[in-house]
């Protein structure tokens, strides 16, 4: 268990400097109070919202999987010994992944003298994994057995979506994001636009409660967000979220409709157009996290 590097919500800098920030410092609040930060490195000012569609966009996971921060994802790498023939079995919880997390992305790299790691499964592979406990068979290789050191060294990096207290939204959006990182652009719709719908229900019922209004009507999605989430931001001096969000969750939710009602999307999802309503779905449910709070302490 030795050598764990674990980072928690992050994002890098990509103004050619490569410093890796905490993205707290960076998002929910201040990105939706309008408050833009630099870099503590190179200075230069960090565009949130660029920096994730720049990232979901990438082709290649390795690159994709970071952008699973702005749902609570994080990283953990670490090595484990895996002598060639031998058989090992790791258990993710020894290295602080939840048990209940969701894996989204998972990358072996074996070094000289250890077995190459084949994942084994039981007699029913084509079921999905149920626990985050991996067991590796290590094939031999041409180096096996020219131990550095006396070590079997794989080196393993895991990106994971912890469960959140707000477990329905979050779930949903950590099962779009697995969906994502798999290309299958039309089936994350759904799981994206239920995640919304059940977040703007309950932020539009509290803020109306909370601002002494009638609260029972159930306002249709787009007029909470349209209309009713906004007027009540003026009403408590509260930042409105950007349009440019807007528009792409009003898309996310035509969308939906075609899936739910047809079964298929009209036209064919690209991984750019994709990437920005995953985004927008990821950044709208923190943006009502970040109303509740303010609608919150405008009443204290
Ligand atoms: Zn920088």
Excluded at 43 to 50: N, R
Excluded at 147 to 167: C, L, N, R
Aim: aromatic share 10%; net charge negative.
């Amino acid at each position: 268990m030795e050598r764990i590097f674990k980072t928690p919500p992050a994002l890098v800098c990509r103004n050619n400097c490569g410093s890796v920030l905490r993205l707290e410092d960076f998002f929910p609040e201040l990105y939706f109070e309008g408050i833009t930060r630099e870099c503590p490195t190179c200075g230069q000012k960090i565009d949130v919202w660029s920096h994730a569609i720049e990232l979901l966009q990438k082709k290649a996971q390795l690159f994709r999987n970071k952008g699973a921060a702005f749902i609570g994802g994080e990283d953990v790498s670490f090595t484990f010994q895996l002598p060639p023939n031998k058989t090992v079995e790791v258990d993710l919880t020894d290295y602080g992944v939840p048990d209940d997390a969701k894996l989204i992305y998972v990358v072996y790299t074996p070094f000289a003298g250890a077995g190459w790691p084949i994942e084994m499964h039981g007699n029913q592979p084509i079921q999905h994994r149920t626990t985050n406990k991996m067991t590796f068979f290590g094939k031999p290789m041409p180096k096996s057995g020219n131990e550095v050191g006396g070590h079997h060294d794989v080196s393993m990096s895991v990106t994971y979506i912890p469960k959140s207290q707000e477990q329905t939204p979050f779930t949903n959006l950590a099962n779009a994001y697995e969906l994502f990182m798999l290309d299958k652009f039309s089936e994350m719709i759904i799981p994206c636009a239920v995640a919304l719908e059940y977040s703007i229900e309950r932020v539009t019922a509290y803020s109306l409660q909370a601002s002494n209004l009638p609260d029972n009507l159930k306002p249709s999605k787009r007029l909470s967000l349209e209309v009713i989430l906004p007027l009540i931001c003026k009403t408590h001096n509260i930042p409105t979220l950007n349009n440019e969000i807007t528009e792409l969750v009003i898309r996310l939710w035509s969308l939906r409709n075609q899936m739910a009602h047809d079964g298929e999307l009209k036209q064919h999802l690209t991984h750019a157009e994709a990437s920005k309503i995953l985004a927008a779905a990821m950044f709208c449910i923190n943006y009502f996290g970040f109303l509740s709070g303010r609608v919150q302490n405008s009443q204290s």
